[in-house]
């Protein structure tokens, strides 16, 4: 099993930035991919981006291309989402998922999920 806990989340004025971080724990041998993922109220959760651990590659959604930047630190198991100039209709619940294998954007395709990190953009 992986454990995976989120944090970096709150209340931002929109223009603001925020890093969030994703903290994997257990069996992080069995994994290649972590990955962002968001929810606002009411909507689906949506594919934000991905790291690929084995070819060191990075994925965006094009929605958030040029504002969100993924990175990670491989020694602490830890990947991180960079948010810039934050918008309104950023606020979400983002959530960090885990899978072996490739980086794919479909919910179903991710094995494990943290309990999610609340982020509220005001306008």
């Known amino acids: 099993q992986v454990q995976l806990v989120e944090s970096g989340g709150g209340l931002v004025q929109a223009g603001g930035s925020l890093r969030l971080s994703c903290a994997a724990s257990?069996?992080?041998?069995?994994?290649?991919?972590m990955a962002w993922f968001r929810q606002a109220p009411g909507k689906e959760r949506d594919f934000v981006g991905g790291?690929?651990?084995?070819?060191?590659?990075?994925y965006y959604a094009d929605s958030v291309k040029g504002r969100f930047t993924i990175s990670a630190d491989n020694a602490k198991a830890t990947m991180y989402l960079q948010i810039n100039s934050l918008k309104p209709e950023d606020t979400a619940v983002y959530y960090c998922?885990?899978?072996?294998?490739?980086?794919?954007?479909?919910?179903?395709?991710?094995?494990?999920w943290g309990q999610g990190t609340q982020v509220t953009v005001s306008s």
């Open positions: 998922a885990a899978k072996p294998g490739i980086t794919e954007r479909r919910v179903t395709g991710y094995d494990y």
């Open positions: 257990g069996r992080t041998f069995s994994i290649d991919t």
């Open positions: 790291i690929n651990w084995t070819v060191g590659r990075t």
